[in-house]
Every structure is written in C-alpha cells, then in structure tokens.
C-alpha cells in the first residue's frame, strides 16, 4: 500500500498485509514485515543523515526477507512538530527525533541538554551507548509513557556554542549580557537569560536572515546547523562554551516493539546498534573534526576557548537549569541521570 502524508495524519496507514488481515502463518512469513519510519532532517545535513540513513540500509540489506523499512526524510510525511503523535497513535512504525526537539513532551530526554552536564557527556559517549545505565535509566522512564528508544546516537553530538556577529562580539561569559541570542531549546534559553542576554526563537531557516539584518547579535546552535544554514558567513567568532547539546534517537511505541516477531525485533535491533556505533562518532569525527572546523577555520573565523574558570563558572549559574529539570522528572531519577552522566555513579 502507498502510504500518503494525507493516510499518516487521519491514522489510515496500513500495517502489512499480514497484520491487518490475518493472514495464514505460512503466507504472512512469505513477506517481509514492512516498516514505516521518519524524520524531518534533510539529506543535505549529511552529517545527521549519515547515521539515520545507516540505519534504514543496513537493516534493508541485512534483513532482506524479514524487514522492508519505507523512510521518509525530509518531513516528506510527517513535519517535526508531527512526528511523536503520529508516533503514539501508531500511524509510524519508529521515528528519528533531536532529542533537543521534544524534552518538553519526554522530560527525560533533557538530559542530553542540560548546562553543566553536556560537555562532560560529549566528553564520554560511553555513557550513552546501549545498555549504559543511563540509556537504560532514560528507557525506564520513557516506557512509562509507552516509549522505547532502540538508540540514542551512541553519543551527544558536538555541543551548541555561542557564534556572534560584530565585533567584539561574544567572548565571555559577561560579554552575553544585553545580547539578543538566537536559541531552540528550553535549556539554552534559561542559560543565556541566566547570563543577561535575550533569548530569541527563531527557526535554523531564517537564521541567517535575523543575523545579517542584525535581528540576533548570535546564535546559540551546534555545528551542523551552521553548515548547513552557511551561518559561518554571517559570524566571525564562536565561543565554545557548552550552552547545551542533543543527540537524535530512535523511537519506537513500546507495545508496537513488543508485538513484532523476534524475527524482526532481531533485525531493527541489530540496525540499532549500528547506529549506535556510528552516527555520533561520523558526525562528531569525520564531519566536524576533519570538514566543518578545517573549512571555518580557513574562512576566517575566531574560535576563543573559554578557560576552566569559565566554564566552572558557567556551571555553577546554569544549576537553576540542572534543578528546575530535577523537580520536573523527578528528585531521585534526576539526580542518579545526572550523577550517571558526570560520571560520578555506575
């Protein structure tokens, strides 16, 4: 059955034939279970799209028979804001999803974002990976509203700094004082207000706009948005403070994993740990470290390294952000997703 952004928003879209109509064992093991799955990334951000293509062409091409998984990129389906309901209803087999995007609906996932704590993390993506005791921590806690995560990227992918215009520009942390700052999340926007600046919601797609036209001063934003938006046309220096960070996961209801075949629980999982293995590591490595940095570097660009004292400090302003995100999911789970983070439990 073709499936049509129309059927996926009125809940129409089919299961395989097999579900659906109940058909004999023996043909329903005659055809692969086909799988519906998601994201609104572009190809053209080929450093986040390495890892979520990855995945859909290893399980296609390792599990041919068992698994056909139909992909839609690009938000050709679903838009970003679509994707988790569409999710929950079960009109989607599985997503890709920023975690960045969707911490007000899976608290949870904040973890990949808050200040202080995400540059320890990006630091040590051991602690993400599969069968971590946080990824098993965040599992728990998204299994309790109906959620799975096969993979969290097996890491944080670089964090978000501050990249600002004019000159001086953004160089410390007091220089963020007065400034209007282009921001996503709920976590870098506690933090820049933290420090005096103005924080400005504007989508990566008119970014470069407000920055030439002086609407931001900067943009809090990791390094693929500036790539991939060419915002490193509009900037002329970055400062790396770790303002926050997210990883891209993959979801999946709980009950729809659970009703899969082993066939096919064996076959997304294995695609799963792919994925884990290498979409950070592509992104993190042979993207931004041997591509994007070389190239703004060349460009022209100032990259100003805060010290430890900075950075020390920044963590110790953003511990209203640490705590408010306690009190949301919970003092216990909170605090051992922190410490579990830090590296200060096993």
Same mark, same amino acid.
């Given at each position: ?129 599969? !069968? ?81 036209? !002086? ?132």
């Amino acid at each position: 059955m073709k499936i049509d952004r129309r059927s996926i928003l009125t809940g129409t879209a089919a299961l395989s034939a097999s579900a659906a109509f109940g058909l004999s064992m023996k043909a329903a093991r005659a055809e692969a279970t086909t799988l519906t799955g998601v994201t609104y990334l572009p190809p053209a951000y080929e450093d986040l799209a390495y890892g979520s293509q990855g995945f859909v062409d290893y399980v296609n091409e390792n599990s041919a028979g068992v698994v056909n998984i139909d992909f839609y990129d690009s938000g050709r389906l679903l838009s970003a804001d679509e994707q988790l309901p569409a999710l929950r209803a079960g009109t989607i087999d599985f997503m890709f999803h920023t975690t960045s995007y969707i911490t007000r609906s899976l608290p949870i996932l904040g973890i990949t974002g808050l200040p202080g704590v995400v540059g320890p993390l990006y630091e040590n993506p051991d602690r993400m990976k599969r !069968g971590s005791p946080l990824f098993d921590l965040v599992n728990t806690e998204l299994q309790k509203q109906g959620l799975t995560a096969l993979s969290l990227g097996g890491g944080l992918l670089e964090p978000e700094y501050i990249w600002s215009a004019g000159d001086p520009g953004i160089r410390s942390l007091d220089s963020i004082e007065g400034k209007r700052v282009r921001v996503v999340s709920f976590e870098a926007t506690k933090a820049i207000e933290d420090f005096g600046g103005a924080a400005v919601r504007i989508p990566s797609s008119e970014l470069y706009l407000a920055l030439q036209r !002086g609407t931001v001063d900067a943009a809090v934003a990791n390094i693929s948005t500036i790539n991939g938006r060419s915002i490193q046309e509009q900037v002329r220096q970055v400062y790396e403070i770790p303002v926050t960070a997210f990883s891209i996961g993959i979801f999946v209801q709980t009950s729809r994993w659970e009703g899969m075949s082993e066939e096919v629980r064996q076959a997304m999982t294995a695609g799963a740990e792919w994925f884990d293995e290498h979409s950070s590591l592509a992104a993190n490595v042979d993207y931004y470290e041997k591509q994007f940095w070389p190239k703004f570097r060349e460009g022209g660009l100032e990259v100003v390294e805060p010290d430890q004292a900075a950075l020390d400090r920044f963590a110790e302003v953003s511990a209203n952000v640490r705590e408010a995100w306690v009190s949301e999911v919970g003092e216990e789970v909170g605090r051992r997703a922190i410490a579990l983070a830090m590296g200060e439990a096993s």
